[in-house]
T-cell receptor, first 113, second 114 residues
Framework: DTGVSQNPRHKITKRGQNVTFRCDPISEHNRLYWYRQTLGQGPEFLTY????????KSRLLSDRFSAERPKGSFSTLEIQRTEQGDSAMYLCASNLFIGSEAFFGQGTRLTVV | GQQVMQIPQYQHVQEGEDFTTYCNSSTTLSNIQWYKQRPGGHPVFLIQLVKSGEVKKQKRLTFQFGEAKKNSSLHITATQTTDVGTYFC??????????????FGKGTLLTVNP
């Protein structure tokens, strides 16, 4: 296992288009997180999965955002009707236990033009 | 809500000089984690501190957790160019079963002049 994998690494899209990102966590990790990071800021929590259950969704996520983890393995994050303010780095992380070391993927950098 | 603040925001040093970044939380933390993010990279876990007053060392890096578990510091002795990056502290938000969300500080960007 080579760690947390995210695809694509970069995505440029026109405003109003839909985009979907994928995250493959470390295989034995049942906890998966999505964070968003903008320039000069630390990562901000977006949502959390324990196995296939989405247990929390941040108020930062509007109704245009949806995340799934259908079989408790990989996860997808979809943004509908993208806006310029959605431009950011979207980071996925996973860990084994609550409060333990989080392993981050390399992120997907989204640019909305 | 819980806030985690870091100072300084930027630090530029000459290679060989020491560096310290400070982290303060508005609430008591059950633990604090430190991450390093290289330019263009992703956050990489460095260490977790759990106990009040805890001090941990990793080679040239020394981490401290305050007695009140509301502040922490990272000190690097004799910086090297490989230390360049942004150092983040992060504390879990919530307690018990909701102790999974990390609140990150804005980070301290360290640059090292060779």
């Amino acid at each position: 296992d080579t760690g947390v994998s995210q695809n694509p690494r970069h995505k440029i899209t026109k405003r109003g288009q839909n985009v979907t990102f994928r995250c493959d966590p470390i295989s034995e990790h049942n906890r998966l997180y999505w964070y968003r990071q903008t320039l000069g800021q630390g990562p901000e929590f977006l949502t959390y999965f324990q196995n296939e259950a989405q247990l929390e969704k941040s108020r930062l996520l509007s109704d245009r955002f949806s995340a799934e983890r259908p079989k408790g393995s990989f996860s997808t994050l979809e943004i509908q009707r993208t806006e310029q303010g959605d431009s950011a780095m979207y980071l996925c992380a996973s860990n084994l236990f609550i409060g333990s070391e989080a392993f981050f993927g390399q992120g997907t950098r989204l640019t909305v033009v | 809500g819980q806030q985690v603040m870091q100072i300084p925001q930027y630090q530029h040093v000459q290679e060989g000089e020491d560096f310290t970044t400070y982290c303060n939380s508005s609430t008591t933390l059950s633990n604090i984690q430190w991450y390093k993010q290289r330019p263009g990279g992703h956050p990489v876990f460095l260490i977790q501190l759990v106990k009040s007053g805890e001090v941990k060392k990793q080679k040239r890096l020394t981490f401290q957790f305050g007695e009140a578990k509301k502040n922490s510091s990272l000190h690097i002795t004799a910086t090297q160019t490989t230390d360049v990056g942004t150092y983040f502290c992060a504390g879990p938000r919530g307690s018990g079963g909701s102790n999974y969300k990390l609140t990150f500080g804005k980070g301290t960007l360290l640059t090292v002049n060779p």
